[in-house]
């Protein structure tokens, strides 16, 4: 096993560590803040929930659920991250999830 800052792979698989945010959660939240940061980057937020929806914890959760996260992420950075890439990102998601109810 070889770790590489947040980065650990071992054998035929990587996970991604993230340490900044190192507290216990809803299984599907990992996923949710990676489809952010994937949409901030320039996917579209269908291949973001795509990817996501790989994950067997993000799958498994309430869709309304998510989309309320998304819509206190969209509020929360607004005020404390306005005009980045990810608070952009978190918007673009919320509208997305908001017009394919």
């Known amino acids: 096993m070889a770790g590489r800052g947040s980065l650990i792979i071992s054998r035929n698989r990587a996970r991604v560590v993230d340490r900044a945010w190192w507290r216990s959660g809803a299984p599907w939240v ?15 937020p269908s291949d973001a929930e795509a990817w996501a929806g790989q994950l067997d914890g993000f799958r498994a959760a309430d869709p309304d659920g998510i989309t309320a996260y998304t819509a206190s992420l969209v509020r929360l950075w607004e005020r404390k991250f306005a005009g980045t890439d ?16």
Do not use: K, P, Y
Request: net charge positive; charged share 30%.
């Open 86 to 101: 990810a608070t952009e990102g978190a918007r673009r998601w919320l509208e997305h999830r908001l017009d394919n109810r």
């Open 30 to 44: 990992d996923g949710a803040q990676v489809a952010v940061r994937l949409i901030a980057a320039g996917h579209s």
